[in-house]
């Protein structure tokens, strides 16, 4: 039978119903009817949905024929400790996709659905925030509750946790986290990156608007619905009445409700944009946070200049070179890159590099603990006499090759992820932004042969000042090309730098010292 | 002319569906969604588990489409065409 291979898992009222109508649109997809029959998650109480029966379950994707992706939408899975590893037991290839809500919002709409619901009969936001702690007790249920947990609203808005317990067991590479207000904002490019995600053809057009989307879907449903086991069509027709029942307005999300939960929610928003890499500080005074920052794709710039400067490589040097990676896969990959986009300037060399190297690599300590092996200060700002950005890049040289825990661990002092790093493809490129200034982690098994290079060739440049003033004068040379593009540029920088690493080494070898493993 | 077909799809809605309309809200052209009788997809599947036993008939897949859930008339059309197919 075949099993489901993605999951939306939450949080509730953060759009996942209409990012459900849009991928079930889509030809390579095929999604459950019932959107959220909490299979997983055995510390869930079972609602009035829940489908615990595997063959139930199961039915629910036996029309998925041949489409690459077939997945569901139940929204507890977040807030489920066991969820995660249950799903991942279960589907291991699965793909995790993530909405989340200013917490204020989706408290409140969370709050609006269960007075529709019957599952809260408290007539205010206020009062039912206030007899959250009775609640967690069990008291100060309503008669008709059939879901208690959904009535802990703070629990509910409280994300990092949850989110980073996701990550750690599925890996940032199968999670996909969508925040609401971008969503809204660019509903198009919001789709796109979760098809990008899902590998499904981004291309697809999708109805986005809500109700011609239902209209889309609807006899698509009707389809889906009249294969299922008479069992499964009564639940679910059960939920839809439920969710359909009477709607008395409800009194809107006063300031002083909001203003409660925001500040309750306040440090889990700061862990989450740490954990996200994200500045979410906007929610915290309810307003929509601003738009990603720029990543773009590497402009290609001129093709044909860099075709010439990859095929004018030094034979000698390319034989070096293409050990770990041919010169042609580099270039295919950089062509691929994310690069964060930049507006720092070249500045004259500063002390205070080496001082923020000092300071950070004690952070990073901090945050691997015994799995950091290596830490090494490399580039042009950790040269004396070299002029530089502000950008001080760090080699991670870790016991064993990057894995989750790590890269949780990196983004919980700030580093988000931007893919591998150009130096080398089993090293992860991760970034923070600080003000006028920038860190840049490269982290990889401390046994990459390319972190020895980069430090002999520090050492070499140190000990070497015409050699210094010669590399930083190719450098100069370099960057009056740079209208050829990045690409052009880093192309004809790596040959420089991989010849500085040859008369490194030679040195090196020649002053009868031990290649540089070990700090 | 009463249409008999008609008449039946009707007594199906009030009778057997879980919708809570009356005869008299049955106009033959009042659209089945959201602005008219907002019959969702559950309960759509059920009309037609109902409307295949009450006539006999196995509706194709390729005939459920809004084309023939626009409203009761196109319903009882699609209904007359398959069974004026089924050999006597």
């Known amino acids: ?42 510390d869930l109480a079972p609602q009035p949905g829940t489908v615990r029966e595997e063959d139930l379950y199961l ?25 995660p590893a249950e799903i991942r037991a279960y589907a291991p290839d699965a ?18 659905l269960y007075c529709r619901t019957g599952n809260e009969d408290l007539p205010t936001f206020e009062e039912a925030l206030a007899a959250e702690p009775e609640r967690r007790d069990g008291r100060r249920l309503p008669a008709g509750v059939y879901f208690p947990m959904g009535l802990l609203y703070t629990d509910a808005a409280r994300y990092a946790e949850k989110v980073e317990r996701y990550l750690t067991v599925f890996g940032r590479e199968n999670v996909h986290c969508i925040l609401f207000d971008d969503f809204v904002r660019d509903t198009v490019l919001a789709y796109r990156r979760c098809l990008e995600f899902l590998g499904v053809d981004p ?54 409700a909001a203003e409660r939960l925001r500040s309750l929610c306040a440090d889990d928003v700061a862990r989450l944009g740490a954990l996200l890499g994200r500045d979410l500080g906007a929610w915290t005074r309810g ?21 010439r400067a990859l095929r004018s490589f030094p034979p000698a040097l390319r034989a070096k070179h293409d050990k770990v990676e041919t010169l042609e896969r580099k270039f295919a990959r950089w062509q691929k890159m994310r690069v964060p986009e930049l507006s720092l300037e070249q500045r004259p060399y500063s002390p205070a590099w080496p001082a923020w190297f000092a300071g950070e690599e004690a952070r990073i300590v901090a945050a691997l603990g015994p799995r950091a092996a290596r830490i090494e200060h ?27 825990a790590a890269e949780t661990a990196l983004a919980g002092i700030g580093y988000a992820s931007y893919g591998n790093s150009p130096v080398d493809p089993e090293t992860l490129w991760l970034w923070k932004f600080d003000d006028d200034r920038a860190f840049v982690l490269h982290v990889c098994d401390h046994r990459r042969p390319w972190i020895g290079e980069q430090a ?38 790596l040959a420089i730098t991989v010849e500085m690493v040859d008369r490194a080494q030679t040195w090196r070898a020649a002053a009868g010292r031990a290649p540089n493993t070990a700090p | 002319m009463t249409d008999q077909v008609l008449e039946q799809i009707k007594r199906i809605v009030v009778e057997d569906l879980d919708v809570n309309l009356k005869y008299e809200d049955l106009d033959d052209s009042v659209p089945l969604f959201e602005e008219g009788l907002a019959l969702d997809s559950v309960i759509l599947v059920e009309l037609v588990s109902f409307i295949e036993k ?5 509706l194709r897949d390729e005939s459920l489409n809004m084309e023939t859930f626009k409203n009761l008339q196109s319903v009882a059309r699609v209904i007359r065409e398959q069974l004026a197919e089924k050999p006597a």
């Open chain 1, 287 to 307: 307003e929509a946070v601003a738009p990603e920052p720029a990543a773009r794709k590497a402009p290609r710039g001129d093709v044909l200049a860099s075709m």
């Open chain 1, 203 to 256: 291309g697809f057009e999708a109805e986005l608007d809500p109700g011609q989307a239902n209209q889309r879907i609807r006899m698509l449903a009707v389809r889906q619905l009249r294969q299922l086991p008479p069992e499964l069509l009564r639940r679910i027709r059960f939920q839809e009445m439920k969710l359909h029942d009477g709607a008395a307005p409800r009194p809107p999300l006063t300031a002083a």
């Open chain 1, 95 to 112: 793909k995790i996709v993530i909405l989340l809500r200013e917490p204020a919002q989706m408290a409140y709409s969370l709050y609006s």
């Open chain 1, 1 to 42: 039978m075949r099993r489901p291979n993605f999951f939306i898992v939450g949080a509730p009222r953060c759009g996942t119903t209409a990012l459900c109508s849009y991928l079930k649109q889509h030809p390579e997809i095929w999604f459950s009817v019932d959107k959220e029959p909490h299979f997983f998650g055995s």
């Open chain 1, 378 to 404: 490399f580039g042009s700002t950790s040269v004396p006499g070299l002029s530089s950005k502000n950008v001080i890049d760090i080699a991670v040289g870790l016991e064993g090759p990057p894995d989750p």
């Open chain 2, 54 to 58: 009450r006539f006999n008939i196995l």
């Open chain 1, 456 to 493: 002999d060739m520090r050492e070499y440049l140190r000990a070497h000042p015409l050699e210094r003033d010669r590399y930083a004068e190719m450098k100069r040379l370099l960057a009056e090309e740079k209208d050829k593009g990045l690409l052009h540029y880093s192309l004809r920088k």
């Open chain 1, 59 to 83: 039915a629910l994707f036996a029309g998925a024929g041949e489409r690459p992706r077939a997945g569901e939408g139940s929204v507890w899975y977040l807030s489920s400790r066991r969820a």
